[in-house]
C-alpha cells in the first residue's frame, strides 16, 4: 500500500538548482530502498541516486556525482533529490522508486525497484 508522490519538478537555467521531494505515504514504509531515475527523449532509463531505509551509503550514477546530493527526511517521511550545477544533460523525466518490502539487499541502483511515483519532469535551459 505504498505510494509515491512526487514534486519540485520545474524549468531552471544552466548552473541553478532544483530540489525535488518523494514523499512516501500509506500505511507506514515498509521499504528498504529508494531511488531516483530519470528518462530523456529517445534515451534510456538511467538511474540517478539510491539510499537505504537503514542508514547504508548512497549510490549515484556517474553523471551526476558531485552534483546531485539524496537524502532522507524523517519528519516529513519523504526522500529528496538536491539538484546542484544543473546541466542541459540533465532534463528528463524524474522518477521516484522503491524496492518491493521483502527486499533486504543492497540498496544500489541494481535492484528491481517495483513501486513507482508518476514523475516530474526537470528541463534545463542553456
Known amino acids: 500500500q505504498v505510494q509515491l508522490v512526487e514534486s519540485g519538478g520545474g524549468s531552471v537555467q544552466a548552473g541553478g538548482s532544483l530540489r525535488l521531494s518523494c514523499a512516501v505515504t500509506?500505511?507506514?514504509?515498509?521499504?528498504?530502498?529508494m531511488g531516483w531515475f530519470r528518462q530523456a527523449p529517445g534515451k534510456k532509463r538511467e538511474g540517478v541516486a539510491s539510499i537505504s531505509t537503514g542508514g547504508g551509503r548512497p549510490y549515484y550514477g556517474d553523471a551526476v556525482k558531485g552534483r546531485f546530493s539524496i537524502s532522507r527526511d524523517n519528519a516529513k517521511n519523504t526522500i529528496d533529490l538536491q539538484m546542484n550545477n544543473l546541466k542541459p544533460e540533465d532534463t528528463a523525466m524524474y522518477y521516484c522508486?522503491?524496492?518491493?518490502?521483502?527486499?533486504?539487499?543492497?540498496?544500489?541502483?541494481?535492484?528491481?525497484?517495483?513501486?513507482w511515483g508518476q514523475g516530474t519532469q526537470v528541463t534545463v535551459s542553456s
Open positions: 500509506g500505511n507506514g514504509n515498509p521499504v528498504n530502498c
Open positions: 522508486a522503491a524496492t518491493p518490502p521483502a527486499f533486504t539487499g543492497i540498496c544500489s541502483l541494481d535492484p528491481s525497484y517495483d513501486i
